[in-house]
């Protein structure tokens, strides 16, 4: 997982706020703008899911949607807002619908459950998590107590450690594996479309550190 730094707010949803509108209402009566929203989400995203890493470019075998992060059923204020708008996969067992499924209650509640954990913006997430060379997500051993509790929490409330993720960050694993003769440019390029740079960047580091 990586952090998120978001462009500046599109103008059509400061517009779709002053015209009162929902979320359904932004769709249907702008679709072209909510496409636009879901294009400049993807580029903040460099074409990744951002909770997964999964690949949402050109290609993709993934159905891409706007998550929010604060469910709009329970934080309506937060519909339109930018901040808690973020490209990602869909019809998943992990990512935002598995988030969604996990949080449930009174505002209240939800509010409790969302502080728990971490959402892609939250700054210096790279540096959170450990990548094995089996594919599995770990808590940095680095952090503090607190942070490790935060950085699982975080693990759990995506299932980022979902068969198919860990599959996918295995055969990345195994793929870098056979690369290293390239430069890191290079390798980074080949891997693109493969989606995860998060992991692609963590194994560069970890090779360099072993030079």
């Not at 209402?25 to 679709?31: I, K, Q, S, V």
């Not at 807002?81 to 996969?89: G, V």
């Not at 390798?187 to 740079?197: E, L, N």
Request: net charge negative; charged share 30%.
């Amino acid at each position: 997982m990586k952090t998120i730094v978001k462009s500046e707010v599109p103008p059509c949803l400061r517009q779709a706020q002053g015209k009162g509108w929902n979320w359904d209402e932004f769709r249907t009566n702008a679709y072209d703008d909510y496409l636009s929203v879901r294009s400049q989400a993807l580029v903040d995203q460099k074409d990744e899911c951002a909770y997964t890493g999964l690949w949402l470019g050109m290609g993709t075998t993934h159905t891409l949607h706007i998550d929010h992060f604060h469910k709009k059923a329970i934080f309506p204020e937060e519909t339109l807002s930018w901040e808690n708008l973020f490209a990602a996969a869909k019809n998943r067992n992990d990512g935002a619908d598995y988030k969604d499924r996990q949080i449930h209650g009174t505002k209240s509640d939800a509010e409790k459950q969302y502080r728990a954990f971490w959402s892609p913006l939250e700054a210096n997430l790279s540096q959170a998590f450990w990548y094995r060379q089996d594919g599995v997500v770990e808590p940095n051993e680095k952090l503090s107590d607190e942070e490790k509790e935060m950085a699982q929490h975080t693990i759990d409330m995506y299932n980022l450690n979902s068969p198919d993720l860990r599959n996918r960050r295995l055969g990345i694993i195994r793929l870098l594996n056979t690369l290293q003769d390239l430069c890191d440019d290079d390798i980074r390029q080949c891997t693109k479309t493969a989606g995860f740079s998060f992991l692609v960047d963590f194994e560069l580091s970890q090779l360099s550190n072993r030079k």
